[in-house]
């Protein structure tokens, strides 16, 4: 990633605490970067799902938002929170960044349309149970989190039953090939069900400043349908050929053979310890 003190890269298992540290302060370091690098791309009121620009308008996995009380986990500056709001929907923020969320509310204050935030982590949700209809997550949190059951198990306390949960992170096959979006990120390089956290350790202090943590197709299913919620979407948004914009390791060059993201959605049954 950008922006990053001098790191050496291992692979190893991180705990949740050590997770967090590192990538709080590694998002408060690359938030001005990051906004000011997509916030184009993203749009103040736009709800993106990932590199390929697949937009919510388009996909429809969160169902109606009108009218429905709706969490953003991972929620950055608010840009897809921003857009919920302009189609009806009550949505609130939560980020583990200070700065991101501070972009959030620079962007509140430009567009005028406020999407209330808290700082926390989404281990932890600071909500009641039963508070929402939808939570979401456009590459939000997920695959920054080591205790990934714990956070889905959190989506399900303060979804209402019936609720929706829908979220995009990395496609799991991307983990086999070098983050590059060049030739070279398409030969597999790496075990595609090697779950050892990705983990960057910064040189100076040989503290961890980056964590990355990888699940596989089928762990995704068996973690939602262990919470308690039914499968009702996968997509796997294909690069458009128009589509000329690199972001990282996502390109038109790979976007032709490999998918780079991955969109769950699920809807919580009426049992969620099913
Ligand atoms: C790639 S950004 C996505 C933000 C927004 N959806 C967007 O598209 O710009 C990932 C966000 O997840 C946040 N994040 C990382 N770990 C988190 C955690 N444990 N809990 C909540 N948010 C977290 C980061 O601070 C960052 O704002």
């Not at 989404?122 to 939570?135: G, R, Y």
């Not at 979220?167 to 779950?195: C, K, N």
């Not at 979407?233 to 060059?253: A, F, I, K, N, Y």
Request: hydrophobic letters at 35%; charged letters at 25%; glycine letters at 12%.
């Amino acid at each position: 990633m950008e922006n990053h003190p001098p790191v050496r890269v291992e692979r190893r298992a991180v705990s949740e605490d050590e997770s967090r540290r590192a990538n709080g302060p590694d998002w408060d370091r690359y938030a001005d970067e990051y906004q000011a690098t997509h916030g184009e791309f993203l749009g103040d009121s736009g709800f993106v799902w990932g590199p390929e620009g697949l937009t919510e308008a388009e996909a429809h996995v969160l169902g109606d938002v009108a009218d429905r009380d709706v969490l953003e986990v991972g929620s950055g500056a608010g840009q897809c929170s921003r857009w919920v709001r302009s189609r009806g929907g009550r949505s609130y923020g939560l980020d583990l960044s200070m700065r991101q969320l501070q972009h959030s509310r620079r962007i509140d204050q430009e567009t005028g349309v406020p999407v209330p935030s808290v700082l926390g982590t989404a281990t932890a949700l600071p909500f009641a149970d039963d508070s929402f209809d939808i939570v979401f997550s456009s590459f939000g949190a997920l695959q920054f989190v080591s205790d990934i059951d714990v956070a889905v198990a959190e989506t399900a306390r303060v979804l209402r039953p019936g609720g929706r949960y829908a979220f995009s992170i990395t496609h799991p096959t991307r983990w086999m090939f070098p983050d590059d979006p060049g030739e070279e990120g398409l030969v597999a390089s790496q075990s595609y069900w090697d779950r050892t956290p990705y983990v960057e350790v910064d040189d100076a202090t040989g503290r961890v400043s980056y964590v990355e943590h990888h699940r596989t197709l089928g762990d995704w299913v068996a973690l939602l349908a262990g919470a308690g919620f039914v499968i009702t979407d996968l997509r796997e948004p294909e690069w458009p050929p128009d589509h000329d914009r690199v972001w990282g390791g996502w390109s038109g060059v790979r976007g032709q053979f490999t998918p780079g993201t991955a969109i769950f959605g699920a809807r919580l049954g009426s049992d969620r310890s099913a």
